[in-house]
C-alpha cells in the first residue's frame, strides 16, 4: 500500500520568500507529525496533529512556522519569511492514532533558502 | 526535558564483524525505546522498538534491549552486512498514556560495512 508521501521533494527558494510543503500520511491514520532535520543531526520535533487539531505545537521555532490539516488527511507545513537558517529536511510521519507509538516516515522535503 | 545521546560516529566495519551502537537516553515516566534506520536514498524506518523495562527488541538480526536501571538501549548484531550500511538513529517516545508520542531521536551515526 502506498506510504507517506511530502511534496515537493526538493525546494529552493529565496531569503523572504513563502513555501508551503506538504504531507500525505497513509490512509486512515489520524496522528501526523512533523519534523525538521539539519545536516548531521537527527530529526528535531515540530508539530503534532491528531485529526484535524494541533495537540502539540510546542517544537515550532518562531510564528513564522504554521502547519494546517484542515480536514484531518493532508497537511501543509507553512514558512513566511524564509531564512537561510530554515534549510533543512522537513520529514513528515504519520501514525494509526495517538496511542500507537509506530510512526511512518515520508522521504521528507529538502529545502535550501539562499 | 527528554534527551537521548549516541555514541560518536562513523563507525567502520568488516563484513560478519560484531556491532554495538550505544545509547543512553534521560526521560520521565516511562518512555518507549525505538531505533531507526536510513538507507542511502531512502526515508526513516522503524528497525525495532520496546515499550518497558527488559524488553528486547529484535529485527533483520538487530537487537536492543530496554535497560531502566542503565537507562540504554544499545543496538547489537552478531554479523554484519554490507547492506546494513545506514544510518542508524535511537529515539524515545513520552510514556504518558493518551498523549501524544512525538519522537525524541539522537544525532544518528553513520554504519559503513566492508565487504
Known amino acids: 500500500g502506498a506510504g507517506v508521501s511530502q511534496t515537493p521533494s526538493n525546494k529552493v527558494t529565496e531569503k523572504g520568500k513563502y513555501v508551503e510543503l506538504r504531507c500525505d500520511p497513509i490512509?486512515?491514520?489520524?496522528?501526523l507529525y512533523w519534523y525538521r532535520q539539519s545536516l548531521g543531526q537527527g530529526p528535531e520535533f515540530l508539530i503534532y496533529?491528531?485529526?484535524?487539531?494541533?495537540?502539540?505545537d510546542s517544537g515550532l521555532p518562531n510564528d513564522r512556522f504554521f502547519a494546517v490539516r484542515p480536514e484531518g488527511s493532508v497537511s501543509t507545513l507553512k514558512i513566511q519569511r524564509t531564512e537561510r537558517g530554515d534549510s533543512a529536511v522537513y520529514l513528515c510521519?504519520?501514525?494509526?492514532?495517538?496511542?500507537?507509538?509506530?510512526?511512518?516516515f515520508g522521504p521528507g522535503t529538502r529545502l535550501t533558502v539562499l | 526535558g527528554n534527551s537521548v545521546t549516541q555514541m560518536e560516529g562513523p563507525v567502520t566495519l568488516s563484513e560478519e564483524a560484531f556491532l554495538t551502537i550505544n545509547c543512553t537516553y534521560t526521560?520521565?515516566?516511562?518512555?518507549?525505546l525505538f531505533w531507526y534506520v536510513q538507507y542511502p536514498g531512502e526515508g526513516l524506518q522503524l528497525l525495532l522498538k520496546?515499550?518497558?523495562?527488559?524488553d528486547k527488541g529484535s529485527n533483520k538480526g538487530f537487537e536492543a534491549t530496554y535497560r531502566k536501571e542503565t537507562t540504554s538501549f544499545h543496538l547489537e548484531k552478531g554479523s554484519v552486512q554490507v547492506s546494513d550500511s545506514a544510518v542508524y538513529f535511537c529515539?524515545?517516545?513520552?510514556?504518558?498514556?493518551?498523549?501524544?508520542?512525538?519522537?525524541?531521536f539522537g544525532k544518528g551515526i553513520t554504519l559503513s560495512v566492508r565487504p
Open positions: 529515539a524515545l517516545s513520552d510514556g504518558l498514556t493518551g498523549a501524544n508520542s512525538k519522537l525524541t
Open positions: 510521519a504519520s501514525s494509526l492514532n495517538e496511542q500507537d507509538n509506530e510512526q511512518f
Open positions: 490512509s486512515g491514520h489520524t496522528a
Open positions: 526521560a520521565t515516566g516511562y518512555p518507549s
Open positions: 520496546a515499550t518497558k523495562a527488559d
Open positions: 496533529f491528531q485529526g484535524t487539531g494541533a495537540a502539540d
